[in-house]
């Protein structure tokens, strides 16, 4: 049975774009007024009657043993409410949660449940202290009157250094997980993954043609412009209220809930609007500290991120080594490829190899292959998600060795990925087969677009070199839980309450979606997204899947809407229900069209003698995966001089499945595309030998501005997804994944200069360009050994690393499964 | 340290303020007038979500000290709409879809506002250089931009309307 036979969850939707009134509609967005005059409140927008500020401390070391912390003169400050240390997390669980809280468990190598250092820190930055007082500035200076005495310890900061066996270890209950179990003695090595098919050596040998080489990324940031804020307030009724900036108000629920062994029903939590995400609030931060300072001072607390604490302290995107060996024929068939991702996910485990993987060869029908993934410990902040996580790094390293084979058979780049491109039915990395899919129509947009397809432009810089290069890129696609009720009004009108943060737009895509199908103007409908006690259940916004998962759950709703509508109009027509028709907002009986119900005659008169108001509910758990496929062409001119790369054209052709509002779409591929760029050329973490994070502040942690993003054309293929509504896919994360490469491919074209680590702008660039001119080749294959790994039964030795973290995190529904998913009957 | 008072005007209504002198204008916005439209996004005056017209002049909030507002006129994102009319540059930004997140649109208005009122016509390049102190992670800037190319031709054809 192929992909495409098994049986649709939404098959109602209708793929015909004739007959949409609103789908695919540029309408504004819902929330516009809001934001534009400064009412939308976010996390650091609302306060409270007698609320205290929290500060946390931070370690000045990335590596130490903590010998002892005196906070006495801290807590006689005055104004100071609460002051507590990693060691005091038993104590105030157990308070709270009216058990015995064991020591151990928070002292266990899981980010979510070491919220404050206890013994050792192990990181630069790490919270190892809070404190809650009445303004910021008696806070801050209560922090200075914390006595903490280190024993520093050997620092390791670079994830190939961490594998060797002298390395310094650390946590000290790591053990490595492979997919044959876990090694009984400790390591820095947290995760082995080793995917493979065929025999690759064979196939490498058979090639005639064969490129290899290492390219590295560095750390780099979600850069979300708004840092993480949270107010918490406890009351005597045992209840905790919760307001934050975060990608998903359940999955923080859920996080309290485990962390302090309370139920869900104690903790109440609303998501402020969100200045962005891009994945790394899909993880709790602030709200743990906050809600036991709260607790501990017993009045409301604030706490808002530094620039420096987000930059040091959150979440980033992990850096990798990769290397990278294709074999192919003389033909451009790829026959075989060998890789190694070696992933510093910093000082906690989990930040998984498999995304980066799946992103960089999943595009490319490989027959033979052997990919392995090292999750590396250092002592750097425990990674994170970032939009399309680890995608970009893989595709980077896949999509330059793809260029470098190109160029060394004297063949188009896009003709290579043509030729090697994946359909529906072949399988991923994983294992898992493709649906229907819409990669070869993005390639193809991309080979008939002008700028590809004519000669290339002059540089419009004088002395500078213009280059043009390609990349493609993928994401899986994330399904998880939503629903979704539709309260139909008394005036005709319709308001969605969902318990789904809206991180890109989708409030307003959601009521296209409803006006649609009740088929009311879009201005009646409207979107909120109150609290864990008044919306219904939802995961964490994140892994592409609102429009996908949650647009269902909306659809589904609004059918329901409209058949309850049905039934109390037939009630009102006295006839029964499949005599109605109904249309544009209007129902009537089929006999006789000249009597006529508007949806508000409807609902006020069944709310009032009828059954009852409308409220329509939908749900969704499971949909079969919608991956979405882009390929992307950058244009950049280069300063040979020095080094430096503007990047001046971008065509980005994305499949989007089906393209509910045109605007909010091009705008997630723009955005994701600059972001691409900032980690191509200028973003990148910079530690000094002792572990220290020397550029935490926007300065020097150089995003892009409007002077360095281009114009960006977006080309919106539209290949229906098999399941979901109106064949819409999930757009969010796709746009980063190529960019990078593209950046790099297109900068190797100006100027013959391969520069394969990141960021490149600048001195890399001289580099690689005089490398070029002296015959040079930097690029090599490095064997390492591993030496063995203990696997085996563990017994009493296994710690249970689960973090209490999101109910789903965004890493677990938007990373590729290890396993193929069941197929269906 | 002793706290002093701040007379300033704000969006039009004169305030007079209780502050430490260390504050900021940032949190004298933010914190004594609960004007919360106006965002901190590292403190530092390297990301622009704080920016305010100062006597008309776009400035980094979260750099000017409490006491230097003394006197002078403050013109934030609540200060923009006009009778419950929005702005052509806040319809604009909706419209054209200038913003997502939201998050540094208040400062983005604010620069542009700057910008317009003293180029009625900018060209692309500089409607980028004037915004190039207000970073955005959202968008990608190709459509802020274009909504300020559209909001200066509705002011022009406004302007026009209402000089005959």
């Not at chain 1, 196939?203 to 080489?213: F, L, R």
């Not at chain 1, 593209?742 to 702008?761: H, K």
Request: charged letters at 20%; proline letters at 7%; glycine letters at 10%.
């Amino acid at each position: 049975m192929t992909t495409t036979e098994l049986p649709r969850t939404v098959t109602e939707a209708p793929a015909d774009t004739a007959t949409h009134v609103v789908i695919g509609q540029r309408v504004a967005k819902i929330e516009g007024v809001d934001k534009v005059t400064g009412k939308a409140l976010y996390g650091a927008d609302t306060s409270r009657p007698g609320m205290l500020w929290g500060k946390m401390l931070p370690s000045p070391h990335a590596h130490a043993m903590i010998i002892s912390i005196d906070v006495s003169a801290a807590r006689a400050l005055p104004g100071v409410f609460a002051v507590i240390t990693g060691a005091d997390l038993p104590t105030i669980v157990a308070r709270i949660s009216d058990t015995d809280a064991a020591p151990e468990e928070f002292d266990t190598p899981s980010r979510g449940k070491q919220i404050l250092a206890w013994k050792k820190v192990v990181f630069f930055g790490q919270p190892v202290a809070a404190v809650a007082a009445v303004t910021q500035a008696i806070a801050e200076e209560a922090l200075t009157l914390i006595k903490v005495e280190y024993s520093p310890l050997p620092v390791v900061i670079d994830p190939e250094a961490a594998m060797r066996p002298d390395a310094p270890l650390v946590q000290n209950a790591v053990y490595t997980e492979t997919f044959s179990g876990k090694a009984t003695t400790p390591s820095n090595l947290a995760k082995l993954t080793e995917l493979s098919r065929g025999n690759v050596d064979e196939a490498i040998s058979n090639s005639d043609v064969t490129v290899s080489g290492t390219f590295r990324t560095a750390m780099v940031h979600q850069g979300y412009i708004e840092p993480q804020a949270c107010l918490a307030e406890y009351s005597a009724d045992g209840r905790f209220t919760i307001w934050t900036s975060t990608q998903g108000q359940f999955g923080v629920r859920g996080g309290l809930s485990g962390f302090l062994k309370i139920p869900p029903r104690r903790i109440r939590v609303t998501a402020s609007e969100i200045g962005g995400g891009f994945g790394a609030k899909g993880a709790m931060t602030l709200e743990p500290i906050c809600t036991l300072l709260a607790y501990s001072a017993g009045r409301p607390v604030k706490m808002q991120l530094t620039r420096s604490e987000v930059l040091r302290a959150t979440r980033p995107a992990p850096d990798a080594v990769m290397h990278v060996t294709l074999g192919a024929r003389k033909d451009g068939t790829l026959l075989g490829a060998r890789a190694a991702f070696i992933w510093d996910v910093g000082a906690y485990p989990g930040g998984g190899s498999v995304g980066g993987i799946n992103c960089g060869f999943g595009p490319y029908i490989v027959p033979a292959y052997s990919y392995d993934g090292y999750d590396v410990l250092t002592n750097r902040p425990s990674t994170g998600a970032y939009r399309a996580p680890n995608g970009p790094q893989g595709a980077f390293a896949v999509e330059s060795a793809l260029d470098m084979l190109a160029s060394k058979l004297g063949m188009s780049p896009v003709a290579l990925r043509l030729k090697n491109a994946v359909r529906e039915g072949d399988r991923n990395p994983s294992d898992v087969p493709y649906p229907r899919i819409g990669f070869r129509e993005t390639l193809e947009a991309i080979e008939n677009h002008p700028v590809w397809a004519s000669p290339k432009a002059a540089s419009s810089r004088p002395g500078w070199l213009r280059g043009r290069g390609v990349a493609c890129g993928l994401w899986g696609g994330g399904v998880g839980t939503s629903m979704a009720h539709v309260n139909i009004g008394e005036d005709g009108s319709a308001v969605i309450v969902t318990g789904a943060v809206d991180l890109a737009g989708t409030r307003t895509t959601m009521a296209q979606i409803a006006a649609e199908e009740l088929q009311i103007p879009f201005e009646r409908v409207n979107i909120v997204q109150p609290d864990t006690d008044t919306a219904p259940f939802n995961n964490p916004t994140g892994g592409s899947r609102i429009t996908y998962s949650l647009g269902t759950a909306v659809y589904r709703a609004s059918i329901d809407a409209r058949t309850k509508l049905k039934q109390r109009a037939s009630q009102q027509f006295r006839c029964p229900a499949d005599e109605v028709d109904y249309r544009d907002g209007e129902f009537w009986v089929r006999s006789d069209p000249s009597v006529r119900l508007t949806i508000g005659q409807v609902a006020r008169s069944a709310a009032g003698s009828g059954d009852g108001p409308v409220v329509g509910t939908g749900e969704v758990t499971h949909l079969l995966r919608a991956p979405a496929f882009a390929t992307q062409l950058v244009e950049v001119e280069v300063d040979p001089e020095t080094g430096a790369v503007q990047v001046v054209n971008v065509i980005a052709a994305q499949d989007v499945g089906r393209a509910i509002n045109p605007t909010a779409c091009e705008g997630q591929i723009q955005g994701g595309v600059v972001q691409g760029i900032g980690w191509a050329l200028t973003e990148g973490y910079v530690y000094d030998e002792q572990g220290r994070l020397r550029n935490p502040g926007l300065l020097d942690y150089r995003m892009p501005t409007a002077l360095d993003a281009p114009n960006i054309e977006c080309v919106l293929v539209e290949v229906p997804a098999i399941d979901g509504p109106y064949g819409v896919r999930g757009v969010g994360e796709v746009p980063i994944v190529p960019t990078p490469a593209a950046v790099a491919n297109a900068v190797f074209d100006a100027c013959a200069g391969r520069v394969t680590s990141l960021p490149l702008s600048g001195e890399p660039v001289i580099l690689a360009i005089n490398d070029t001119k002296s015959g040079v080749d930097r690029s090599q294959m490095v064997t390492f050994n591993l030496g063995p790994i203990s696997t085996g039964s563990t017994g009493a030795s296994e710690t249970a690393v689960d973090e209490p973290k999101l109910a789903t995190e965004v890493e677990d529904y938007c990373a590729e499964d290890d396993v193929a998913e069941p197929e269906l009957e | 340290m002793a706290k002093m008072i701040v007379n300033v005007e704000v969006n039009g209504e004169r305030q007079e303020l209780l502050t430490e002198p260390y504050r900021t204008l940032l949190d004298l916005l933010r914190d004594n007038l609960s004007l919360t439209g106006t965002k901190e996004g590292c403190g530092t005056g390297d990301c622009g979500a704080c920016t305010v017209l100062l006597d008309g002049r776009p400035v980094n909030s979260c750099l000017v000290l409490a006491p230097e507002a003394e006197g002078r006129h403050v013109t934030t994102v609540e200060g923009l709409a006009e009778d419950n009319r929005l702005h052509p540059i806040q319809t604009a930004f909706i419209e054209e879809g200038g913003l997502q997140c939201g998050i540094c649109t208040p400062g983005m208005l604010m620069s542009a506002v700057a910008l317009l009122r003293s180029n009625a016509e900018p060209s692309e390049q500089a409607i980028r250089y004037a915004i190039s102190g207000n970073l955005c992670r959202c968008t990608g800037y190709d459509k802020i931009v274009r909504a300020i190319e559209v909001a200066s031709k509705t002011m022009q054809a406004d302007a026009a309307i209402a000089s005959h």
